[in-house]
């Protein structure tokens, strides 16, 4: 993990008030693992002093380069990350032009792939990629590894309108299939996206699958009762607030099964990848961070 100030090379606006942001960060992109996140400062501005934990979304050998597939990473300089305007922070990371300098802590976290869980997508059918809208961001890089190695995947994505349902081109190429879902209809299914899921679990109760999951809390949790419910095994990558993102503020801490000292695990170092199983969702903590 390093402390760099980097410059941006593009912060290309999607749709729905989604950006992809790429960064040159040479000493940072080639070091980083499927599911790990990047901690972004905002810089000269006092106003807004704490940095905002953004999963990184892929990692590149060059500016225009095809999406880095992760065993290319070892050459990797450009960091890419895909953002959502929600506040402030972001608000300001809308307004970054090439050339513009960003702080940027990174990689950090666990990834999808520490070695207990590649066991886990071996003994699957399929992996089911779920996301819930920005919660793509996080998916898109352990989704390159595991095509990579010849995984049969599935995508679930929902979101509150078609703007919300952004890097489907990216992830098209990766997946057998891809079911869409949206509040208002304007893509795919009406409604929430964890209705496919449910449905294509029931249709094929006789498959394995492993579950991979990052969203807002309720689709999380939906997703991860349906997992239950069906008896697969399910990752998800969690994105409570964050002061630090390093483990020094305890901010961002989770409750997980286990007594004392061992019910607590901070989602910046020990996670955001855990075992659905693992965490007590009913007394997860949402702390409210203030600057
Ligand atoms: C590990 C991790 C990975 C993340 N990856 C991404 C990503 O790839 N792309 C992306 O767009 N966002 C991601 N987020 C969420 C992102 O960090 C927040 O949206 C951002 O910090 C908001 O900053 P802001 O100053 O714009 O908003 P603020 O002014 O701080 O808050 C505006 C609103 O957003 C809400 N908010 C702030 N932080 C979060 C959060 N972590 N989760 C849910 N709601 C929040 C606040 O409650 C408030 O309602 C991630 C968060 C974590 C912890
Ligand atoms: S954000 Fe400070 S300990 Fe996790």
């Known amino acids: 993990m390093l402390d760099e100030t980097v410059p941006v090379i593009e912060n290309r606006s999607l749709t729905g008030g989604h950006f992809l942001l790429s960064l040159d960060a040479p000493r940072q992109a080639p070091g980083v693992r499927p599911g790990q996140f990047a901690m972004v400062r905002i810089l000269g501005r006092s106003d807004v002093l704490l940095r905002r ?58 990834g999808f792939f520490e070695e207990e ?3 886990r997508a071996h003994a699957s ?49 990766l997946v057998r299939g891809m079911l869409l879902a949206t509040e208002n209809g304007s893509v795919g299914y009406r409604g929430y996206v964890t209705r496919p899921l449910e449905d294509y679990l029931t249709k094929h109760s006789d498959k394995k699958f492993l579950l991979m999951a990052c969203g807002p809390g309720a689709m999380l949790r939906a997703t991860v009762e349906l997992a239950k419910r069906f008896r697969h095994p399910c990752l998800v990558s969690m994105e409570n607030r964050m002061g630090c993102g390093v ?43 203030k600057e």
């Not at 290319?72 to 970054?96: E, F, H, N, P, S």
């Not at 089911?128 to 190695?149: C, F, N, S, W």
């Not at 990848?273 to 961070?289: A, P, Q, R």
Request: aromatic share 8%.
């Open 53 to 110: 934990p953004m999963s990184i979304f892929d990692v590149k050998t060059a500016a225009g380069a095809k999406s880095g597939s992760p065993n290319k990473v070892a050459a990797a300089r450009i960091l890419q990350l895909l953002y959502k305007i929600v506040g402030r922070g972001t608000r300001l990371m809308a307004d970054l032009k090439p050339g513009d300098k960003v702080g940027l802590l990174a990689p950090l976290g666990h």
């Open 125 to 173: 059918d399929e992996i089911l990629q779920v996301a819930g809208g920005i919660g793509i961001a996080a998916l898109m890089l352990p989704a390159k590894q595991l095509a990579d190695a010849g995984f049969r995947q599935r995508l679930f994505f929902g979101g509150r309108t078609k703007d919300d349902l952004v890097g489907l081109s990216e992830f098209k190429p």
């Open 247 to 289: 483990g020094v503020c305890l901010g961002c801490s989770i409750r997980v099964q286990g007594t004392g000292h061992d019910a607590y695990q901070r989602v910046c170092t020990e996670g955001p990848v855990f075992w659905s199983d693992k965490i007590v969702w009913e007394t997860e903590k949402k702390l409210g961070i």
């Open 117 to 119: 869980y590649l066991p």
